[in-house]
C-alpha cells in the first residue's frame, strides 16, 4: 500500500493527479489523501469553533463529491481510500511533521499552476510538499491552466 499525497482546490479537476496516480502504480494498493492549505482564523472566537470537517464541506462542492465517489467505485480495486486533510499550519517543518504523521511516501503535483483557491484564507501547499516529501511527481496537464487567484490586497496587483 502506498500513500499518496495529492493538492487540491476541492474542483472536479483536481482530481485528474488522482487518475494519473493510478496510471503511475499500477498494481499498487493507494490510500490518496488530498491537501489542501488553508490559514487559521485570527480571532479566537473563530480559532475556538474551527472545524476541518466544516471547512472542507464549505470550501468543497456537490460536482467534486460526486467525481470522487465515481472514482472510488471505477477503480476500487486499485484505490483503498481517498481522504481530505486540511494543512493549517505555516512552514515548511510544519508541513514535513503533518507528512511525517500522516507517513506519506509519493506525491504527485502539477508541473504548472492548475489549482485555483478562491477562498481568502486557502494557499497552494505545493512548495511545501516539493520542500517536504522525498518522491514527488510532477504531471502536466497538457494547457489546462485555469485563471490562479490573485491575492487580494498586494502592491503587484497595481501592476498587472
Known amino acids: 500500500m502506498k500513500k499518496i499525497l495529492i493538492p487540491t482546490d476541492f474542483s472536479p479537476e483536481s482530481l485528474q493527479l488522482v487518475e494519473f496516480a493510478l496510471l ?7 490510500d490518496v489523501v488530498l491537501v489542501h492549505g488553508y490559514r487559521l482564523p485570527e480571532i479566537y472566537w473563530e480559532v475556538l469553533n474551527f472545524s476541518a470537517r466544516r471547512e472542507i464541506q464549505r470550501l468543497s462542492n456537490p460536482e467534486f463529491h460526486k467525481t470522487r465517489q465515481a472514482l472510488l467505485l471505477e477503480h476500487k480495486a486499485e484505490i483503498h481510500s481517498i481522504r481530505m486533510e486540511l ?5 515548511s517543518i510544519s508541513f514535513h511533521n503533518f507528512v511525517t504523521q500522516l507517513d506519506i511516501s509519493d506525491a504527485l503535483v502539477p508541473s504548472e499552476n492548475f489549482l485555483y483557491y478562491p477562498d481568502r484564507r486557502s494557499f497552494d501547499p505545493t512548495q511545501l510538499i516539493r520542500k517536504s516529501v522525498k518522491e514527488v511527481h510532477e504531471i502536466s496537464l497538457n494547457g489546462k491552466v485555469r485563471e490562479v487567484r490573485k491575492p487580494q490586497f498586494s502592491l503587484l496587483n497595481f501592476f498587472w
Do not use: D, Q
Open 24 to 30: 503511475n502504480y499500477k498494481e499498487t494498493p493507494l
Open 87 to 91: 494543512f493549517t499550519g505555516n512552514n
